[in-house]
């Protein structure tokens, strides 16, 4: 792989928001190396920037630390430019109920922790060294559910979404010692397969009055790995349409 291009790992690559962010740094030349629970269909992998991805479950630790060993036996010894730390889940009930502090297993809370925030911290330390030789950037997805009480994001989900915001500033800290910058986005509502039409109630009180696109949140984290940004670090992008502000 030529040195001149830049390496990015991702998360949650198979869809939403992870799989929009993949498609914008291939576009930009960047190689591609992901993982996420399912396989991405090969027709959505045959540009050649996007090398490798592995299946992984990342609420499982054991599959997590497979992960990193892969991914570090890939790299070798080349270095890492960044770490798009966006897997993340939001469980529902099959009521369509919002699961809050009374209600919902503890086992629940301990899955939610996991992937939102134990799996970014897991792979920020187990990419250090690759990230240090390419004096790169991390990007967590956070969420405009970590800042406010959502109607719909349950409270397990928007804990650990407000964790990894205090997470972000604590690894902006320790990594700028190694040459890495680390900063977050949190999206508000964005047009995804997830997303469900009680949502568009929301809109409203959304000042730019439309729901916001996989490439507006793709955008933004993509500009977080550029050089336009290096002076930035321990920042946190409302990529919200200015939701954030009411």
Not at 53 to 81: K, M, W
Not at 224 to 241: K, R
Request: hydrophobic share 40%.
């Amino acid at each position: 792989m030529s040195a001149e291009i830049k390496s990015v790992i991702l998360t949650g690559a198979s869809q939403g928001i992870g799989h929009g962010t993949v498609q914008r740094f291939m576009r930009e030349g960047w190689r591609v190396i992901t993982c996420a629970r399912q396989d991405v269909p090969a027709h959505c992998r045959r540009d050649p920037l996007w090398t490798h991805h592995i299946p992984t479950d990342l609420t499982d630790p054991a599959s997590t630390d497979a992960f990193v060993r892969q991914a570090n036996q890939i790299l070798g010894s080349e270095p890492l430019h960044a770490l798009i730390n966006n897997a993340g889940v939001s469980p529902k009930t099959t009521f369509k109920e919002r699961l809050g502090v009374l209600n919902g297993s503890i086992d629940g809370w301990k899955e939610v922790f996991e992937l939102n925030f134990f799996a970014p911290l897991k792979l920020a330390r187990g990419f250090a060294s690759a990230l240090h030789r390419g004096q790169g950037a991390v990007v967590n997805v956070t969420s405009i559910a970590g800042h406010y009480v959502h109607p719909f994001a349950g409270s397990a989900y928007s804990t650990s979404k407000a964790a990894l915001s205090g997470l972000t500033r604590e690894m902006a800290v320790e990594f700028a010692q190694l040459g890495v910058r680390v900063n977050a986005v949190a999206p508000g509502e964005i047009k995804t397969e997830m997303i469900s039409p009680e949502y568009e109630a929301l809109i409203p009180r959304i000042p730019l009055d439309r729901m916001g696109s996989v490439q507006d949140v793709a955008g933004v984290i993509f500009r977080l790995c550029s050089d336009d940004f290096a002076y930035v670090t321990g920042t946190e992008v409302f990529v919200t349409g200015g939701q954030h502000l009411y």
